[in-house]
Structures are given as structure tokens and as C-alpha cells.
């Protein structure tokens, strides 16, 4: 009897070891990441492609829900391909957080984890308790199930939490040891619980009490071992869009931002605003840590990031960062898709991205600017959109924008008072260098 008890106990702790806490971590080593944000994804049972979900999309924010799917399975392909060390995804998985498009979406990066990859999740503002989660089937748009945190939890138990290292017991962050040298922290910043059917979710994210508590207290272990943090939240840590920061920004930033610099960070990746954006924060002691926004994967060009860290063994790292596109005709050429748009779906993608995402007030631009107006002020609209969100409009492209012959429509709706010519003016007057590359040295 001793015996069995003994094998038993034995056996437990061998297989404690290869996963959760008790896993054996690797040596400190670089380690490459794929990251990707908000991805909005929709499973089949949500929508039919009917005329109503068509005019979501068409009336939505550019976000290329209509081929989320085929978007979502060649950036995952891809992933496979590569076999990264971790793929990460800063959240918003779903569309508006549908029961059936999160266990649909699981199920594919379950198969991408049978594939030698492992993958971490995190949820954004659309993902848990959303009281807007719903179908779009025919012309009748029908409430649907959603999901609480627990259920989040036990759908993607194996995107991170079952592999955590440490939990975090007042939210679904947690912690994971990519190796000895890498400690990756998914913080989760939504305030779920304060959602209701009159207010289906938040857009604006914070850390909770104890979350503070057991990021500290985990960051001081990183820094005792000679790990460096990499963190991964929703809502951003600094400031990418000066017309955007109530809401996107998140909550008490600089405190995350001292208490990071403090224990070694350098890096957070985040999402939330959909375009592909690099942005440094920057404490009151010239402190700094750098925030990648990453790009919606469901605008075109669909971009993810890989990243590359190296440890130094004392608690510092150089980083380089790249985001690139997902080729999506190569992945439906390797896989016999029809539809003719796959023949050149960048270009496809990139005119329904100026279209759409300049279609909503269309009407009021008419009746505030005129037919011959409001035309240019969306033709520059669109273009300054694709370079904005692709993480293209550098200075030289911005100037392009101002001096062509449109922009005198966006200098005249600026006059009228219609916002969006300030949106616009914010990203040319705010437009920098190269938003898709980033190199951070050990010693900055």
C-alpha cells in the first residue's frame, strides 16, 4: 500500500513539474514572440453574410469582419509555420464577445498549441460579460450568449492559464516564464464586472487592488533572478493619439509605468485603438518603457509583430521588433480557396479599408461640405487611414497628404467645425517615422 501511495505521489509531482507552477523552465536564452491584437473574431454561427451583417461591416469602422475567418486562419498558419516561442494576443478576440465565436476561435488555437506553439491570451473590453454579444443571421440581428469570466477562463485554459507560473486572484492575469531570462506577464485591465444591459461593456481599462499587490510582488521576484518582464495589456500604457486617450490609455498609466521601469521593464505590447502604432512612455524621472500597439489583425494589412528578446542574465535585454503583414492570397492558394478575391487580397483588403473606414457620417459630410467636397474629404480620408493604420504615415508622407489638391476640402471642413478634419489634422500634424520597427538597446 506504502508503495502505490508512494508511485502515486511520485507521479503527481512528475507531472506537476511539465506544466502550471511546478513546470521545469528552460534556461535563460532569446526568445522570439508573435503578437497580434483584435482580432474581433466572428464564428460562423454568429453571422450569415446576409445583407444585415453586411451593412455592419460596411458601416463599421473598417475592421474586415466579412473575412475575419480566412484572415484569422492564414495569420495562425503562418504562426505554425514559424514556430515562435509563444504567440501572444493582447485581446479583443472576438467581435463582441459571442460564447460561439470565442469557442470557435480556441478551437483553432488549440490546434496551433498541438503544433508546438504555445499561446497566451488575455481578454479585452469586447471579450467577457458583453451584453451586445449577438447574431446577425438574415435581417434580424438576435441577442446571443456571452461569456463570464470563468468561462473565458476554462475556454482558452490552454492559451496561459493552465501553464501559468503564478495567478493573479483578482483578475485573469497571470504570469508565465518563457524561460529563465523571460517572464511574460498577461495583465488583465477590464473592468467586466461593471457591465449591464444598459451598458454591455467598457472602454476604458484599470489594474485592479490586488492585482497591483500580485504584480509586484512577481515583478520583484522577476528582478531577483535576473528575469526581465515583458508585459502584454489591452489598453495602452502611453499615450499613441493625443484625440485618444480617455478610454485607451489606461487607467493610472504612470503608476504601471514607474512600477515596470522600476523592476527592469522596457516593453509592454498593447491593442485597443486598432492602428499600428510605437509609442514611448515617460515617468516624471526619466524613466521609459516603450508601448507597441499593435494593429488590429482584422484591417488590412493585417499585421502581427515578432519580437525578439535577449536576455542579458542581469536583468536587462535588447528587444527588436518587427510587424509584418499575413499574406492571405499565399495562404488560399496553398489551400484551394475560390473566391476570386484571394487572387490579390491585399488590394482587395486595402480598397474596402479607405471605403469603409470613411463610410460612417458619410451622409452628414455631404450635407456639411457638399457632393464635390465631401468626395475629396473622403478620398484624403481613406489615404491618410491605410498609411495611419498600417503604421506608414511617417512626415514625409504626411506632407504628401497636406499638399495634395483634397486636402484643401479637409482644411475647409476644419473651418465648418466637423471633427474628423481635426481627426485628421492630429495625424498629420502628430506624424512621426516608422511605426513597424522598433530596436531597444539594454543600455537605453
Known amino acids: 500500500m506504502k508503495k502505490t501511495l508512494a508511485a502515486a505521489l511520485a507521479a503527481l509531482l512528475a507531472a506537476a513539474a511539465l506544466s502550471g507552477c511546478g513546470r521545469k523552465v528552460p534556461p535563460a536564452a532569446p526568445a522570439t514572440l508573435a503578437v497580434a491584437s483584435d482580432l474581433h473574431y466572428v464564428g460562423e454561427a454568429i453571422e450569415d453574410g446576409g445583407e444585415l451583417f453586411t451593412r455592419v461591416v460596411e458601416e463599421g469602422d ?5 473575412y475575419i475567418r480566412p484572415i484569422t486562419d492564414a495569420f495562425l498558419a503562418g504562426v505554425a509555420e514559424d514556430k515562435p516561442d509563444a504567440l501572444i494576443l493582447t485581446g479583443d478576440l472576438t467581435f463582441n464577445g459571442e460564447k460561439a465565436s470565442h469557442q470557435e476561435l480556441a478551437a483553432k488555437l488549440n490546434k496551433v498549441v498541438e503544433a508546438g506553439v504555445p499561446v497566451y491570451v488575455l481578454p479585452g473590453n469586447h471579450d467577457v460579460n458583453n451584453y451586445a454579444a449577438a447574431t446577425y ?18 475556454i ?4 496561459g492559464f493552465s501553464a501559468a507560473d503564478s495567478r493573479d486572484n483578482a483578475s ?9 531570462g523571460v517572464w511574460l506577464f498577461m495583465l488583465d485591465t477590464q473592468p467586466y464586472y461593471l457591465h449591464e444591459p444598459g451598458f454591455p461593456y467598457c472602454v476604458g481599462g484599470v489594474v485592479q487592488d490586488g492585482t497591483w499587490t500580485w504584480l509586484e510582488k512577481q515583478l520583484k521576484k522577476c528582478a531577483a533572478a535576473g528575469a526581465v518582464p515583458l508585459v502584454a495589456l489591452h489598453q495602452n500604457l502611453a499615450v499613441h493619439n493625443e484625440r485618444f486617450t480617455t478610454g485607451y490609455r489606461i487607467y493610472d498609466n504612470d503608476r504601471l509605468g514607474e512600477l515596470l521601469a522600476q523592476y527592469g521593464g522596457q516593453l509592454v505590447f498593447s491593442g485597443h485603438l486598432h492602428p499600428q502604432h510605437i509609442a514611448l512612455w515617460q515617468g516624471e524621472e526619466g524613466q521609459q518603457v516603450w508601448d507597441v500597439a499593435s494593429e488590429s489583425l482584422a484591417v488590412w494589412p493585417y499585421l502581427s509583430g515578432r519580437v525578439t528578446v535577449r536576455p542579458d542574465g542581469a536583468g536587462r535585454a535588447s ?7 499575413t499574406d492571405v492570397t499565399a495562404w488560399a492558394a496553398a489551400t484551394g480557396q475560390t473566391d476570386p478575391v484571394f487572387a490579390d487580397f491585399s488590394a482587395f483588403g486595402r480598397e474596402q479599408f479607405a471605403q469603409n473606414s470613411t463610410s460612417r457620417g458619410a451622409d452628414k459630410f455631404v450635407e456639411a461640405l457638399g457632393e464635390e467636397d465631401a468626395a475629396a474629404f473622403r478620398r484624403v480620408m481613406g489615404e491618410a ?8 504615415l511617417t512626415r514625409e508622407a504626411a506632407d504628401e497628404l497636406t499638399a495634395s489638391p483634397d486636402w484643401a476640402a479637409v482644411t475647409r471642413a476644419g473651418e465648418q467645425g466637423v471633427d474628423t478634419a ?17 530596436h531597444i538597446d539594454p543600455a537605453a
Open 62 to 66: 473598417g475592421r474586415q469582419l466579412d
Open 319 to 325: 528587444y527588436d521588433y518587427e510587424a509584418k503583414p
Open 156 to 159: 482558452y485554459k490552454n492559451c
Open 385 to 392: 487611414n491605410v498609411l495611419y493604420f498600417s503604421g506608414a
Open 422 to 438: 481635426r481627426y485628421l489634422s492630429t495625424l498629420v500634424n502628430e506624424a512621426q517615422g516608422d511605426h513597424c520597427h522598433l
Open 172 to 180: 485573469l492575469s497571470y504570469m508565465v516564464k518563457l524561460n529563465a
Open 137 to 154: 443571421l438574415g435581417s434580424e440581428q438576435a441577442a446571443t450568449d456571452f461569456v463570464t469570466p470563468e468561462e473565458f477562463e476554462e
